[in-house]
């Protein structure tokens, strides 16, 4: 194969992780637009509805560093065809669902098939391109993954009221089929060659520097303005706020994905620029909490400087995706896909824990407060007082920012 039928390869290999990673967002994200369909369709609470979608976490985050071995071992070309069956299954199984048990086995069906959405990307991009080019293609990954988020909230929202929240939720699982086609059209697997033995030794060599487990930390800290804030409880948060409708009110989530997508690539921009990734996490994640709180508590701004304090906090959070080029730098490039898996291990158990923590503070200051037809009552008093943890959970971030100590160059 000649140098530029490789690099088409790559690029295009690399275009189709990125349309998966996309694809997953919107299916994770689709629940924060259903809240209001789902809690009065199967009589449930806010602590239980944020327990349903978290489960999704749960696989997810366990088969991190698993997908992580097998994708460096297989390829990620295989991971991407059986991921892209699974999501579809676990798609039609939430949107058909007439029980809680169908729900909940549908969003762990969601979380073990998009477990490896970024492991993919980050293959494709350790293994096949230069070095300098790696952090802002990670970045546009993240972009890219929220512009789904992006979509799968507000156009989500217009399509749940046209056709319905089943046939909104079974048309986005067909779109998986499009991507199996692809995959299998247009990627090659770039396979490890190592044995067995030499990728457990990148495991071992990852568990063992504390550095990694830094990073990891705050990634998991600054990554609960999606996973905790973007992705289920602001929407709502919004609608009662400023009494709009879901529809309105699901721009908010759009604003903070794209804030956080836009500030995947800008902070890597930044970080290539003053040649620091530690120094630019530390300025984005100081002003993010000035930002957030502002835009959460402030009752001098209307809705529309609301949306402007949330997309700025985004962009400030977006340096999440910094995290990832320092861990790399810790580790040989052969074990690219197992550093990968064990970063979002970190960084994704937070949705996991924080998601139902925030259903349950909300449920804890609602005192038993119901509407006249007996469903949960919840206001923006309420939602301020759960919202107080995911600011601490800002400061902690920031904290663990400054403790990061970053490589020049990888190992």
Not at 117 to 123: A, H
Not at 150 to 178: D, E, H, K, Q
Request: aromatic letters at 12%; proline letters at 2%.
């Amino acid at each position: 194969m000649s140098k530029s039928d490789k690099r088409n390869v790559a690029i295009l290999s690399l275009i189709i992780c990125w349309m998966f990673y996309l694809y997953i967002y919107v299916i994770r994200v689709e629940p924060s637009v259903l809240t209001n369909d789902l809690i009065s369709e199967f009589g449930i609470t806010s602590s239980v509805l944020g327990t349903i979608v978290s489960i999704a976490y749960v696989p997810y985050v366990i088969m991190q560093i698993p997908y992580g071995i097998i994708t460096d071992k297989l390829g990620a070309k295989t991971i991407v065809l059986v991921s892209c069956a699974l999501l579809i299954i676990g798609t039609f199984l939430f949107g058909s669902a007439e029980s809680l048990t169908q729900l909940k086995a549908g969003r762990f069906l969601v979380g073990l098939a998009s477990a490896p959405g970024f492991i993919c990307c980050s293959k494709v991009i350790t293994d096949l391109f230069e070095l300098k080019k790696q952090s802002m293609l990670m970045g546009i990954a993240m972009c890219l993954g929220c512009f789904g988020g992006i979509l799968g909230a507000t156009p989500t929202a217009c399509l749940v009221n046209s056709i319905g929240w089943r046939n909104a939720t079974y048309a986005i699982a067909s779109f998986g089929i499009l991507l199996i086609v692809l995959a299998l059209l247009f990627m090659k697997n770039n396979k490890s060659e190592k044995t067995e033995a030499r990728v457990f030794d990148g495991l071992k060599i990852i568990l063992k520097n504390s550095k990694i487990w830094i990073v990891g930390l705050y990634g998991a800290m600054s990554y609960l303005t999606l996973s905790a804030l973007a992705e289920l409880w602001i929407t709502p948060f919004i609608e009662k706020r400023f009494e709009i409708s879901t529809a309105k009110a699901a721009v908010s989530s759009i604003f903070i994905f794209i804030g956080f997508g836009l500030g995947s690539i800008v902070s890597a921009w930044i970080a290539e620029k003053i040649n620091s990734h530690k120094k630019t996490i530390i300025i984005f994640s100081v002003a993010s909490i000035f930002l957030f709180w502002s835009a959460l508590y402030s009752d001098a701004i209307n809705f529309y400087t609301c949306l402007a304090l949330l997309f700025a906090g985004g962009v400030c959070t977006g340096a999440n995706i910094l995290a990832f080029p320092i861990a790399y730098r810790y580790v040989p490039q052969e074990f690219g896909g197992t550093a990968a898996g064990f970063m979002n291990a970190i960084i994704m158990s937070s949705g996991i824990v924080f998601q139902p923590l925030l259903g349950k503070l909300l449920d804890f200051f609602r005192n038993g407060l119901v509407t006249l037809e007996g469903h949960p009552l919840y206001n923006v008093a309420m939602y301020r007082s759960a919202f107080l943890f995911f600011i601490g959970t800002t400061i902690v971030a920031t904290v663990f920012a400054f403790c990061i100590k970053e490589n020049a160059a990888r190992k």
